[in-house]
């Protein structure tokens, strides 16, 4: 089975300032993909190359096979895309937006109703299908928007930053929407929320200053965001020294004379010595608890670190 | 594709004011220099009966209608236009049909046709009105449908040069003054000519009335057909690039 999208070393320059770098992944059928990265970090950037809005500099993007730059009807009928700013025409209500998307991309006449039916129903949109765009409230418009980029049942469906503006019960209903989506399609996704992604992704991609610096599935990144770090509590102060001199910990920080964090490999199973020595020197162990790492500590480390 | 995006882009003229307001406008001030022309006529009517071959009522009433019509498209084509790729670019809205399977070409001539379609309304309800005549008197019908279609080649052109500018320009109003400043200049580039009554044929062949009153003359002349023609394919043709370039560059 090809990829659904096979974006082949993208890069993409402003006059001489290169915006994205170098950048490879593939999408599969589904895979929901989060594209995680800072404001400025190339995300949108990416996105409109992978839509056809912009020619990249350098690079191949395939859509099912198909290369976007050589056949970019035949490759553009196959996507779906809701950019940062939903694409609408407020004069316009949202049924005759709709069906007008539908036309667009070459839906057949006779199966547009449906389409555009089907459409409205998932994003909840049918009790303001004969209002017009512009009066509508800014979630409103976003999910007109998000509605627009699923209609024709595009294969892959890239969603710029969908759920901005939105309240929070909106966020689960298009979170939820969002997986429901992802089990028959590709879905691309960008957003610097990093609970979104744990949420809703299946993979995860990090960018920064233009280059792709982690590619992981969920499972991957729970793993790396495990018990890195470990709290633990004593009823006297302990001798930082002699933790630090146990195989595996790599720095102890003090809290508080009684608390104090203990830094190790991911690997090492410290727990067994740190509670063995903790009690061998008679400092009256309280608690010993594994911290797990945020996503927000991998995402600041890892940007921090290209920026060093 | 072309006549999904020509249709739906006239129809959101008439969801505006802006087209009913431009039609009724231009109708209202046509009918009124409809009137004194016909008053004119009526003034000279029993001297011009003494000469010879005189010029007919589509000579006298028709052709000055037609140059009017034209003259107020000339200010009213650039409004019409500038919003066109512009006012997408501006709302971000460029980007629905980017992403969709369509060609720049087709968003350029589906954009483009939509407004011909609005200007064919004008030029149609103009040669209605000259049409009113019948009911007084005889019209020269070669003569009335050269008018016709000399003014509906010109406001084509006018509309493809608009659309340039508006895909050039970041704002409307931008677009508006530049197409207006262009047409007003090709418009009146053979003038200064004409004053110094040396002629310079270059000048003359780019200036857009002296093809337009070659055909109100009733002279279907290929060649000033072609010039039209030609004309708008180019702007058209540089409207495309502009597209396309803006993917590549931006």
Redesign the interface.
């Known amino acids: 089975m090809t990829a659904l999208i096979e974006a082949k070393n993208l890069s993409r320059f402003y006059g001489r300032q290169c915006a994205v770098e170098n950048v490879s992944f593939n999408l599969n059928k589904g895979e929901i993909l989060g594209f995680l990265g800072k404001n400025g970090a190339g995300k949108t950037t990416t996105m409109q190359m992978l839509c056809g809005c912009l020619a990249p500099s350098a690079g191949q993007i395939l859509i099912n096979g198909i290369d976007l730059l050589d056949q970019p009807k035949q490759a553009k009928a196959a996507l779906g895309y809701l950019p940062d700013t939903p694409p609408l025409y407020k004069d316009l209500s949202v049924h005759e937006f709709l069906h007008y998307c539908a036309r667009l991309h070459r839906v057949p006449r006779q199966r547009c109703a449906k389409a555009v039916h089907k459409a409205e129903q998932r994003c909840g949109l049918e009790s303001v299908r004969h209002r017009l765009i512009n009066q509508l409230s800014k979630g409103f418009q976003q999910r007109v928007g998000i509605a627009q980029s699923i209609l024709h049942e595009p294969d892959v469906i890239i969603l710029d930053e969908p759920t901005v503006g939105l309240d929070p019960i909106q966020i689960q209903d298009i979170r939820q929407l969002i997986k429901q989506l992802g089990e028959q399609h590709g879905i691309i996704l960008s957003t610097h929320i990093l609970s979104e992604v744990q949420q809703s992704c299946s993979h995860v991609q990090i960018i920064d200053q233009g280059r792709l610096i982690l590619t992981e599935s969920i499972a991957g990144l729970n793993r790396l965001m495990n018990t890195e770090r470990i709290n633990l509590r004593t009823r006297l102060p302990v001798d930082i020294d002699t933790l630090k001199a146990l195989d595996g910990i790599t720095a102890v920080e003090a809290k508080s004379p009684h608390e104090y964090i203990v830094h190790f490999h991911t690997k090492a199973a410290v727990t067994d010595r740190l509670a063995a020595c903790v009690l061998e020197n008679q400092w009256g162990l309280e608690a010993i608890t594994p911290l797990k790492k945020s996503m927000e500590d991998i995402f600041i480390s890892l940007t921090s670190q290209t920026h060093t | 594709?072309i006549f999904?995006?020509a249709r739906?882009e006239f129809q959101?003229l008439f969801?505006?004011p802006l087209a009913w307001s431009v039609l009724a406008v231009i109708q209202f001030i046509l009918a009124y220099l409809f009137l004194t022309q016909i008053e004119t006529f009526m003034a000279f009517q029993s001297q011009l009966a003494q000469i010879s071959h005189a010029p007919g009522i589509t000579d006298i009433i028709v052709a000055p209608l037609f140059s009017n019509a034209a003259i107020i498209l000339l200010l009213v084509t650039p409004l019409l236009t500038m919003r066109t790729l512009c006012e997408e670019r501006r709302?971000?809205?460029?980007?629905?049909?980017?992403?969709?399977?369509?060609?720049t070409t087709d968003i350029v001539l589906g954009k483009y046709l939509s407004i011909i379609g609005l200007l064919a309304c004008i030029v149609a309800m103009t040669g209605l009105m000259s049409l009113a005549l019948l009911f007084g008197g005889e019209l020269d019908f070669g003569k009335w449908f050269c008018n016709l279609l000399g003014l509906l080649l010109l406001t084509a052109a006018f509309a493809a040069l608009g659309l340039y500018l508006s895909s050039l320009a970041s704002h409307p109003t931008i677009a508006a003054i530049g197409s207006f400043g262009l047409l007003l200049l090709l418009w009146i580039i053979d003038w200064k000519a004409g004053l110094q009554n040396q002629s310079s044929d270059v000048l003359e062949y780019i200036s857009m009335l002296h093809h337009f009153q070659n055909l109100q003359s009733g002279l279907l002349d290929s060649q000033d057909v072609l010039y039209f023609v030609l004309f708008c394919a180019t702007f058209l043709i540089l409207s495309i690039f502009r597209l396309e370039y803006e993917?590549?560059q931006?």
């Open positions: 594709m999904t995006i739906r959101s969801l505006s709302n971000k809205t460029l980007t629905l049909l980017l992403s969709a399977p369509l060609s993917r590549l931006k």
